[in-house]
């Protein structure tokens, strides 16, 4: 019994992860989750994490063809 949902569940399951992962969601997310990042590193006192964490995040965005849309 089981098995059998688990195959009658798994395509749906996996339609809905290809929804999710879709390019327009990750670049969509992508931004969302930088920006939150990025405000919350130049929010803070430290300046460290100014040098370390931007420039990944910059790199990530060019790499993943997620532009700042701010």
């Known amino acids: 019994m089981n098995d059998f ?6 395509p749906v399951v996996m339609q809905i992860i290809e929804q999710l992962l879709s390019e327009d969601n990750i670049r969509k997310y992508g ?8 405000d919350a590193v130049t929010s803070s006192k430290t300046t460290i994490d100014d040098a370390t964490v931007l420039p990944v995040i910059e790199a990530l965005r060019k790499g993943l063809g997620i532009p700042d849309n701010d």
């Open 5 to 10: 949902l688990l195959k009658m569940m798994l």
């Open 31 to 38: 931004d969302q989750l930088f920006d939150f990042i990025e």
